[in-house]
C-alpha cells in the first residue's frame, strides 16, 4: 500500500480538483493581500516624505507665490493646491472688492482636489477588505466539497474504516486553513493601511489650511494697499482743490 502524505504539498496533489481550485484561489488572494501590502506601504511612505517637506516649505512661505515657487519641485498635492489657489486667483483679478468670494471659490476647488487625493490614496485598499471578508467562506466550500466527496467515496466502497476517509477530510480541512491564512493578514494590514491612509490624509487637510492661510495674507495685504491709494488719492484730491482755490 502507498503511503499517503500529509505535508500540504502532499494534501494539495491528492485533492480533488474543485478542493485544488479554491487552495490555488486562496493562495493567489494570499500573495496579492502582500503585494498590495508592500506596494502600498512603499507609496504611502513616499506621500508622507513629500507632504512633510511641502508642509514645511508652505509653513516658512509668505506669500503664495512663494508657495508655488518653493513646492514646485515637490511632486505632491501640495503644488496642485497652491497652483489652485493661484489659478482662481488670476481668474477674479477683474473683479479686486470680491475677497470673501475669491476665498469660498478657493475653499470649494480645494475641497474637491483633497477629496481626490483621498480617493487616490485609498486605491487598491478596498481588494483587501474583499479578501478578508471572503477567504474564511471559501475556504469553508472547499471543506465541505472535500467532506462531501470523501463521504460519497466511503458510500461507494462500503468501507467504514477511519483509515479511507481521514486523508480526504484532511485534504479538506487544508482549504479552510489556507482561507485563514488569507483573511487574517488581509484583515491586519487592511486596518494598518486604513491608519497610515488617515494619517495622510489629514496632511493634506493641512495643505488645504496652510495654502488657504497664505491667500489670506496675500488679499489682506492687497486690501491694505488699496486702502493706502485711496488715501493718497483723496489727499492728492484735497490738495489739488485747495491749490486751486488760491
Known amino acids: 500500500m502507498t503511503p499517503i502524505s500529509f505535508s500540504p504539498w502532499g494534501m494539495f496533489l491528492n485533492a480533488g480538483p474543485v ?4 487552495m490555488i ?18 507609496e504611502l511612505l513616499r506621500v508622507r516624505h513629500k507632504l512633510s517637506k511641502a508642509e514645511k516649505a508652505l509653513e516658512e512661505a509668505n506669500t503664495l507665490d512663494l508657495g508655488e515657487e518653493w513646492t514646485r519641485e515637490n511632486a505632491s498635492i501640495a503644488h496642485t ?9 488670476r481668474r477674479s483679478a477683474d473683479i479686486p472688492d470680491d475677497g470673501e468670494g475669491l476665498k469660498e471659490r478657493i475653499v470649494l476647488h480645494l475641497e474637491r482636489l483633497e477629496a481626490a487625493e483621498g480617493r487616490r490614496l485609498v486605491r487598491g485598499t478596498g481588494v483587501l477588505a474583499t479578501i478578508g471578508a471572503t477567504s474564511p467562506f471559501i475556504g469553508l466550500f472547499g471543506t465541505v466539497w472535500g ?5 460519497t467515496g466511503i458510500a461507494a466502497s462500503r468501507a467504514t474504516s477511519l483509515a479511507v476517509v481521514a486523508p ?6 487544508l482549504a479552510t486553513a489556507l482561507g485563514l491564512v488569507a483573511a487574517i493578514p488581509a484583515v491586519v494590514i487592511y486596518n494598518h493601511l486604513a491608519r497610515q491612509t ?6 493634506v487637510a493641512d495643505l488645504t489650511a496652510l ?10 495685504r492687497t486690501q ?13 484730491q484735497r490738495h489739488d482743490a485747495l491749490a486751486a482755490a488760491e
Open 19 to 22: 478542493v485544488r481550485c479554491v
Open 25 to 42: 484561489l486562496l493562495a493567489a488572494a494570499s500573495l496579492l493581500t502582500w503585494t498590495i501590502f508592500i506596494a502600498k506601504s512603499a
Open 81 to 89: 493646491l497652491v497652483m489652485a489657489a493661484e489659478t482662481e486667483r
Open 147 to 151: 467532506i462531501m466527496t470523501s463521504f
Open 168 to 173: 480526504g477530510i484532511a485534504e479538506a480541512l
Open 198 to 203: 488617515a494619517s495622510c490624509r489629514a496632511q
Open 211 to 220: 495654502v488657504m492661510r497664505l491667500v489670506s495674507r496675500d488679499l489682506g
Open 224 to 236: 491694505m494697499r488699496m486702502g493706502q491709494d485711496n488715501i493718497v488719492r483723496l489727499a492728492q
